[in-house]
Structures are given as C-alpha cells and as structure tokens.
C-alpha cells in the first residue's frame, strides 16, 4: 500500500449503522488513511445482500483494506472469499466471532430473541471454518467482558462481554492481538485503532508494552 494514500473501507456490525464507525475513520484518517464507510441493514439484508453489495464496491473503486467490526468482519471475508480477484490486500477483523458466536446460537434459539440477528443469523452462529484467502487478515479482540452478550452466553477464557476470545481465533489469521477493551468499545478504543493501523501498514500488530496481552 505504497504510492498513495491508502484506502480502507469500513464495515460496521449487527445492529449498527454506516455512522456508528465514524470516530474509528476519524482515527485511522488521523494515521494516514483514507477511511470510507460502508453500510447495509444486517436484519433486512444481511450476508445475502450485503456481500454482493460490498463486493460491487469493491471492483467499483480501488480499495486496499477493510476493517470490519463484529459481522462486519465475517461480511468482509465472505466478500473476498466469494470474489478473490478483489485488490485488498489485508483486513483488520475487531471482535469478529469468526469461528461463530455462543451469544448468536442462543439468541437463535429463543423466540422472542431470535429477531435480532435478521438475516445475519445463519452466519454469526456458524462463522468460517479458516481463511484460506490471499488477504492478511489480523483479528483485534477485547478482554472487557461489559456487554448484553452476558446475558445470553456464558463465555470460557474471556471475552469482550459479546464474543468470547476463543470464537476470535480463526485458522489462517495472520495474526491476533487482545486491547483492553469491550466489543461496542472496540470501535471507541484508541489502542484498537493503533494496532488496525499498525497491521494495515505492516501485515502484523505491534508488540505490547510489558504487562499488556498479545496472542498470536
């Protein structure tokens, strides 16, 4: 990503809205980016509308990554999977349940709960199986269990409060790191802006500082 200033488009997560990751574009225009917002209805449209859309994008206009927050990474993926031909080179996934959410599984399976995944739900429970695509992808997890997934999943070996870090560590990342951080305040976090920055400009994250968590 040499030559010009490098493109990154943003894809939020269930729930949320294009606008919902204006303060993390804020950060990564801060680093040198150029940050682009990508939006879609995960209830009305998900996957099924939303990665035809996303990958329509992506051969519309060059883009040389794609930081995507909860099912915005799963969406990112599915796009570069189903369309390998696209120009990006890395993906920065931000508590992306990759490998599939308990808290999704369980929403699924109550009634009065089930609404709230939308179309999205097949893939949030499921996830991927790994990533075998020519794109780096680096996953940014949370380890400040605050959030309504609590409620919903009872998480072993920490999580963000949503998803739980094991449901973050697909086979294939290029790499993985932990911040301090919740899964709504992934798209808050300063540290997790860095380290998106740190991977997009260098294929891998920056080492922590003494005390602070990193898992490959």
């Not at 696209?86 to 993906?91: F, K, L």
Request: charged share 20%; net charge positive; proline share 5%.
């Amino acid at each position: 990503m040499q030559g010009h200033l490098p493109r990154v488009l943003l894809v939020h997560g269930l729930l949320n809205a294009a606008g919902w990751l204006r303060p993390l574009a804020a950060r990564l225009k801060a680093q040198g980016f150029d940050a682009e917002l990508f939006g879609y209805s995960s209830l009305l449209d998900g996957p099924q509308r939303a990665v035809p859309r996303l990958i329509e994008r992506l051969r519309r206009g060059h883009v040389d990554a794609i930081v995507g927050h909860s099912l915005g990474g799963l969406i990112a993926l599915e796009a570069l999977r189903e369309a390998p031909d696209a120009a990006v080179s890395r993906v920065v996934c931000l508590g992306s349940p990759l490998c599939g959410s308990l808290a999704a599984r369980n929403l699924a399976a109550r009634a009065w709960t089930r609404p709230l995944l939308g179309r999205s739900a097949a893939l949030l429970q499921g996830g991927l199986d790994c990533w075998e695509g020519s794109a780096e992808v680096g996953l940014v997890a949370g380890d400040l269990a605050r959030g309504m997934g609590r409620l919903f999943a009872r998480f072993e070996g920490g999580s963000d409060g949503t998803v739980g870090l094991d449901e973050t560590r697909l086979p294939g990342l290029a790499d993985h790191c932990i911040v301090h951080s919740s899964h709504t305040g992934l798209v808050f976090s300063r540290d997790a802006a860095a380290q998106a920055a740190h991977f997009l400009r260098h294929g891998g994250f920056e080492a922590p500082a003494p005390g602070a968590g990193r898992n490959r």
